[in-house]
């Protein structure tokens, strides 16, 4: 048996047969010259790898409901890239240039489809320029196919495994959250990074900063992940596999002692309430929020739905994500959640957040997390942000809508952000398409300039939600995805626990409410030291809403009161 250490990331215990998910590998064209009578060869192999790539697509294709609206977009895409690879006049163009010019056939595919998507991204309508990924996507397949380089489908992983892999993306993480995945182990990613989050989210035991590990294990092998004790035991015996066991038991009867809570509201020993959310990820989460008795969604990070959508395709090809399709997500939600308040977070891209879409500019960035990321890209591309508010205020007489905008900074930000919000109210007033007039519009405070200049946001801001995770990061210049020094991240850092108190007191002298929605909320530790600094809404991963209300039903408010106090003087102290 070999013990491999790494990093804690979310709790739990798995036992399961190791899959390894290879690195993904990068496609690079030859170019070079062809003698005549080679041509016929290339256009075989090309006609050949067309006839394959069609052939899974019309697979995938028939896997799909046509009626379930989860699987539209996929449908959608695939039924636009089958009738691409049969069209006769664009292989003609193709088979022309290939036998005229004399370039390797593969060099000749990509040429032509980057030509071809050139011209529908200048034709100026939407609707062509979208197609024009549409053709570098699947003809990409066909490249690959040609080159025998294929992308590993996350769809294939088998329930009961734990993952091993170098990273994974948000998008895969969320195709494997609707497995029954006994676990994570991942090289990549910090604690409070997204991935995790999706993760705890769905009770995935985690460990991350495992060095090297996609290569130290293989594929079948039986291993252990034990997600609080950050550790990867490979090949155990039996006697420790029985131990493992025993440990998942009394974790299944802790969860089940806990159901005690769901129904129960969330109230301290002395008779305090407090409100308990739930951030989630997708329209599915929130039937899990519902199910682990949250009194509402705390935050909904939208940016998930556009990298589900990104990721609909086989290469995540850039694609729009529309209005209607935003809308039929947010109603979807609010309808689950009844009268339940809902509060939406626009887009939230850029930095750690990579999401393919037309919408959103590529850019070489030198130091992303300071760059063009969430308010700042949603207004630097207006027509993003419009677009969503439209789906947003559409949804609104669906439920209890709230709508926050994230990394703001400055007074000036909100603003404009609310004359976006008018703009978009007053046309559809014009288009006469009904929505709530009043909807509480609020901000994270994730930055030390909001929290410095919180006083002055309260009165632009109809609410506040502490966004710890971002502000740790920022407060400390830490990024928390970077293993080397993601060790350095301390939400308990004194200068990030002071930003938060400053931001309770602004707030309350303001007279707006104030929720804490990083991952701060739903742990023990800090749930105490949030509650004694006048923190009475809470939002976290739905799997921790029972326990947090078992935590707190433990204390009075002087208690908590007591440990933050005595938590800052330890660390006023230390810091000294």
């Known amino acids: 048996m070999e013990v491999f250490l790494g990093i804690p990331a979310a709790d739990g215990t798995g036992i399961g047969s190791a899959f390894v998910i290879p690195d993904p590998v990068k496609r690079a064209i030859p170019q070079h ?5 080679q041509t016929k060869k290339g256009w075989c192999r090309f006609e050949a790898a067309v006839e394959t790539v069609t052939l899974e697509l019309s697979e995938h294709l028939d896997s799909l409901s046509k009626t379930d609206p989860r699987d539209k977009a996929q ?3 695939f039924e636009t890239y089958i009738l691409m690879l049969g069209d006769p006049v664009f292989i003609k163009e193709v088979k022309d240039f290939y036998e005229q010019e004399l370039f390797n056939i ?7 489809a980057e030509e071809y998507a050139a011209k529908l991204r200048q034709s100026g309508n939407d609707y062509l320029a979208e197609r ?21 489908d996350i769809n294939k992983v088998p329930d009961g495994s734990v993952i091993i892999a170098t990273s994974l993306s948000s998008a895969d993480t969320i195709v494997l959250s609707k497995r029954k995945i006994a676990g994570l182990a991942l090289t990549e990613g910090g604690v409070s990074s997204h991935v995790v989050i999706l993760a705890r989210n769905y009770g995935i035991p985690t460990v991350v900063g495992l060095e090297y590990i996609s290569k130290k294990v293989h594929t079948g092998e039986t291993v252990i992940i034990d997600g609080k004790e950050a550790e990867l035991l490979v090949s155990p015996d039996k006697s420790t596999i029985s131990e493992y066991k025993s440990k998942i038991r009394q974790e299944l009867l802790r969860k089940q002692s806990l159901r005690a809570f769901l129904d129960r509201p969330a109230v301290t020993k002395d008779g305090t309430k407090f409100k308990l959310f739930a951030n989630i990820g997708t329209p599915e989460e929130a039937e899990l929020a519902l199910a682990e008795g949250a009194d509402g969604i705390g935050l909904f990070r939208t940016e998930f739905l556009y990298m589900a959508q990104s990721g609909a395709s086989l290469n995540a090809a850039a694609r729009s994500f529309s209005e209607d399709n935003q809308f039929e997500a947010y109603k979807h939600v609010l309808q689950i959640m009844g009268d339940r308040p809902v509060t939406i977070r626009t887009l939230d891209a850029g930095g750690d957040k990579l999401i393919n879409s037309v919408d959103i500019p590529v850019l070489e960035e030198k130091n992303p997390l300071m760059g063009l990321r969430a308010v700042r890209l949603s207004l630097k591309c207006p027509n993003l942000l419009k677009t969503q508010l439209r789906a947003l205020y559409r949804a609104s007489i669906y439920g209890n809508l709230l709508i926050m905008f994230p990394l703001i900074t400055s007074v000036d930000q909100v603003r404009a952000c609310l004359d976006l919000v008018e703009t978009v109210k007053n046309e559809l007033s014009s288009e006469g398409i009904a929505f709530k007039a009043h909807i509480p519009v609020g901000i994270m405070i994730e930055t030390a300039a909001a929290a410095l200049v919180s006083d002055c946001l309260t009165k632009v801001s109809d609410f506040f939600s502490l966004g710890t995770n971002d502000l740790t ?10 293993p080397h020094v993601s060790s ?23 007279n707006i409410p104030i929720e804490v929605c990083g991952e ?5 530790d800090s749930v105490m030291v949030l509650g004694g600094m006048g923190i009475r809404t809470l939002s976290m991963s739905p799997k ?5 209300k078992e935590l707190l039903s433990r204390f009075t408010i002087q208690e908590l009161e007591a440990i933050s106090a005595k938590h800052l003087d330890n660390l006023w102290d230390q810091n000294i």
Do not use: C
């Open 33 to 37: 010259h062809i003698k005549i009578d």
């Open 75 to 77: 449908w959608e895409v």
């Open 106 to 112: 593969e060099y000749t595919v990509q040429l032509k």
């Open 132 to 152: 024009a990924q549409d053709i570098t996507d699947v003809f990409g397949r066909v490249l690959d196919e040609m080159l025998d380089i294929h992308p590993f």
């Open 473 to 482: 990061q920022y407060t400390l210049a830490v990024d928390r995805e970077n």
């Open 488 to 510: 350095l991240y301390n939400e308990f850092n004194l200068s990030v626990l002071r930003l938060i108190q400053m931001t309770v007191r602004s707030a309350h002298d303001g």
């Open 520 to 524: 701060m909320a739903g742990r023990q």
């Open 544 to 548: 921790q809403i029972s326990s947090t």
